[in-house]
């Protein structure tokens, strides 16, 4: 018999059969068990999910390992669970993107994923991922190409981008500004120095001086591309040696509350 909570899943059967929605059904209710992505520990709550204590573990694990072995790659499959997913977010009225990447190597096999993922209260989920297939930082026309294969499916326009120091850059910038896609994108020291120093006020040293010896929240406009931005300076929450204060560049009214927005992705 299905249960309630499966027979929401019933617009996949036709497409994916019964036995690979249910067991997609399982791996839902195994990540809010375990609190894990990992298939090694999720094996061991796959008992109390189908009310089998009696099964061997190991078992369980082979299990989820054959469902992910078969549907993987299948990049129907892939899309309609990102597509539910974020569907079943929107209830919760998220406004903050993330992106972010993972890298490491397996042999001679180099993975790199760039993952986008929504905000919903203090976890991140992901909703749409890009093995670039390299280790290290992903280039402009690489994110460019994930954000424009992700908003063929899903409705990102009036999200704000919450980024780290690697995402920067003026296409991307301009790419983000031309979607409807607002950002707050942390800098590093000395970006775009000169931009500052060109533009009225005080210059880049100035305001980090302040920023760094009297806790001043600092801010000021400046021009890139033809574009207006704020870049904005505070200290950091963290206190690290080093790093005493965080630089964000936005199109957002450049308020404290406004580049505090970024500290979400700590959390």
């Not at 539910?84 to 790199?112: E, V």
């Amino acid at each position: 018999m299905l249960t309630p909570q499966l027979r929401k899943f019933t617009d996949l059967y036709g497409k994916y059969g019964l036995g690979a929605t249910k067991n997609l059904h399982l791996i839902c209710q195994l990540l809010i068990l375990g609190r894990t992505c990992s298939l090694w520990k999720l094996k061991d709550y796959v008992g109390l999910a189908l009310d089998k204590p009696l099964v061997q573990p190991a078992s369980h694990y082979q299990r989820l390992i054959r469902f992910f072995d078969a549907w993987q790659d299948n990049a129907g499959f892939i899309l309609d669970v990102q597509r539910r997913t974020l569907s079943l977010l929107r209830r919760f009225r998220f406004t903050h993107l993330l992106l972010d990447g993972t890298s490491w190597k397996r042999g001679q096999q180099k993975y790199h994923y760039m993952v986008l993922s929504v905000l919903v209260g203090s976890v991140a989920i992901p909703i749409y991922w890009k093995q670039l297939g390299k280790i290290g930082a992903s280039s402009q026309a690489e994110r460019k190409a994930l954000f424009t294969e992700a908003m063929k499916h899903l409705d990102l326009k009036g999200m704000t981008l919450l980024a780290d120091r690697e995402y920067v850059g003026q296409e991307w910038f301009k790419f983000l500004i031309d979607n409807k896609i607002e950002f707050v994108i942390r800098l590093r020291f000395g970006d775009f120095y000169q931009a500052v120093d060109e533009a009225p006020g005080k210059t880049y040293q100035q305001m980090y001086d302040q920023c760094r010896s009297h806790g001043k929240f600092c801010r000021k406009r400046i021009k890139l591309g033809g574009q207006f931005y704020f870049i904005s300076m505070r200290p950091n929450p963290k206190g690290t040696a080093g790093d005493e204060v965080i630089i964000f560049l936005t199109r957002l009214r450049p308020v404290k509350k406004t580049v505090d927005q970024y500290i979400k992705r700590w959390r």
